[in-house]
């Protein structure tokens, strides 16, 4: 399921930039985009693993 998702998500995000490309005629803002998504993701998989071993310190 990991793969169809992520094969989903490419398509979509390459359906996206040109659409985006079409629109303005430039790149720019699908780069911004995908660039702000990618820290998002970093920002959601730190959360995660700290609430993870705060988790783990609480049951012990």
Request: glycine share 18%.
């Amino acid at each position: 399921m990991g793969s169809t998702g992520h094969q989903l998500g490419a398509a979509f995000a390459a359906f996206g930039a040109g659409v985006i490309r079409e629109q303005s005629g430039t790149y720019l803002p699908a780069f911004l985009a995908a660039g702000a998504m990618g820290v998002i993701a970093a920002g959601v998989l730190l959360l995660t693993l700290r609430q993870g071993r705060t988790a783990g310190l609480r049951a012990a």
